[in-house]
């Protein structure tokens, strides 16, 4: 796949690499995140990290795939000839491994609801929504066993098909589609009974909400989001062509991620003010609180499953490329060991998405350190992985990469960005990651 550009256009690139960016992290995570971290004070510094920490990164992590042109876990050698450095690209491999496992929990989820809205809907009883009982599925083992498997099971098939292409190109109207659905959703909870109470506490930042923990998970979210210190960016841009546009991708990515993030804030906190939920009820919070706003709809059961269908494909965008970044680490992008290979991590994917699934049923007692087994999954890829991926990387950009070859890449650089970017990553950055990365075991 390497030498020639997968993509033509700037634009493919940047809806190509969207799809894998955009997924679980900005729907699903951010409104429960926000909820349980202050509402607006988590908003507010979940936009300045995206903006001054997230960016810069993104950008960084384009130009090194732009530059290196290979698979991550030998980029890092083919750019600075240091073998040794490859274990960023091995860093990253892990935190998606561990990744896809509890992302394929919250992708089952939304298989089971799928299946569920569809029983309600051909069963003409005019029951509602609302009676789908979140912790009744989430807690019964062979029903989220079953609903992540159908999830690793898609996943797997597209990349064995490396149909990968096709759904890139579907995405270009579903990801619109889901867009203009947030829009709907945001709409109808605008208007409910008793919603301002929620609007206010998701757009105003009050200062004492804001604690340590906040800042870190905030920090975490912004590089969950953007998908940083994974290498899966630097994956995406090293296929990308000559013309790809460091600047203006990563720009339109980071504001299509907030865009999301807060379109899908403005969704639910309303209606968790209307229906009187907890902000804090955790990863469970979007499918609690979306039904009882499409029950107010009319065919909101229709709606609600075209929704469900665009949710769905927005996290097989990202899950198939979770999966994508190992195969081609592991096969050195030779195209035989292909299937083999994404058989072989799909089951071990599957064998460790298992605790991660009954840690909402039979293992929720077993906590330690950030809480259940998904809290610490979770916790060791966005805190731990992720800023340890892109502390390395913004180390060897910084202190090995040769600047005009940086600079070269980079692009034409019309608002003279390149010289405060560059220094940024030099100084800046890797001081603010270690810091925040410390802290947190203070
Ligand atoms: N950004 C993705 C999301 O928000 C999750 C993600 C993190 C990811 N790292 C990745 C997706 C690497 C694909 C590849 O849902």
């Keep these: ?36 971290y202050g509402g607006g004070a988590f908003l507010l510094m979940f936009l300045i990290f995206t903006l001054f920490v997230g960016l810069p990164l993104l950008m960084m992590e384009f130009t090194v795939g732009k530059m290196g042109k290979t698979y991550t876990t030998k980029i890092y050698e083919k750019l600075t000839n240091r073998k040794w450095l490859n274990i960023i690209g091995w860093n990253g491999n892990l935190a998606v491994f561990i990744l896809f496992g509890f992302y394929s929990v919250i992708g089952g989820w939304i ?17 509602k929504l609302s009676q789908i009982e979140f912790e009744s599925i989430i807690s019964n083992p062979w029903l989220t066993v079953t609903g992540q498997g159908i999830f690793i099971l898609l996943t797997m098939f597209i990349v064995m098909m490396g149909v990968e292409k096709g759904l890139e190109k579907a995405s270009k109207f579903m990801m619109p589609l889901l867009f203009i659905f947030l829009i709907i959703i945001v709409v109808k909870s605008l208007t409910l ?40 960016m630097i994956t995406y841009a090293s296929y990308a062509s000559k013309e790809m546009t460091i600047k203006t991708s990563a720009v339109s990515i980071v504001a299509m991620n907030i865009l999301v993030s807060v379109l899908a804030g403005l969704a639910i906190f309303p209606a968790i003010s209307a229906f009187g939920y907890s902000p804090t009820e955790g990863p469970g919070l979007l499918f609690k609180v979306l039904p009882k706003v499409f029950d107010q709809m009319a065919y ?23 999966l994508e970044l190992n195969v081609s680490n592991f096969t050195k992008n030779d195209n035989s060991k292909r299937k083999s290979v994404s058989l072989y991590i799909s089951v071990l994917v599957f064998m460790i998405s298992i605790p991660a699934t009954l840690s909402f049923g039979s293992l929720s007692h077993v906590k330690f350190a950030a809480g259940t087994i998904f809290d610490n999954m979770d916790f060791l890829v966005s805190n ?22 940086l600079k070269e890449h980079f692009g034409k650089d019309k608002f003279r960005l390149f010289m405060p970017w560059y220094y940024l990553i030099k100084f800046i950055l890797p001081v603010v990651i270690i810091l925040i990365f410390v802290v947190q075991f203070l």
């Design 193 to 232: 009974d008793g919603s301002f109470e929620g609007l206010k506490y998701i757009l105003q930042p009050r200062l004492e909400d804001i604690s340590i923990e906040g800042i870190l998970f905030a920090l975490g979210q912004s590089f969950f989001t953007l998908s940083l210190g994974t290498t899966g």
């Design 384 to 405: 731990i992985l992720m800023p340890i991926g892109a502390l390395g990387t913004t180390l060897v950009v910084g202190q090995l990469l040769d600047k005009h070859a």
């Design 111 to 127: 298989i089971i609801y799928i299946f569920n809205v569809l029983l309600q809907i051909c069963s003409f009883n005019g029951g």
């Design 1 to 36: 796949m390497h030498n020639e550009s997968q993509w033509k256009s700037s634009l493919g690139f940047i809806l190509a690499s969207a799809g894998s960016a955009i997924g679980l992290g900005a729907m699903w995570k951010f409104p429960y995140m926000a909820g349980i």
């Design 300 to 322: 909101g059961s229709g709606f609600y499953f075209i929704f469900l269908i665009l949710f769905l494909f927005a996290a097989l965008t990202s899950s198939i490329s979770l």
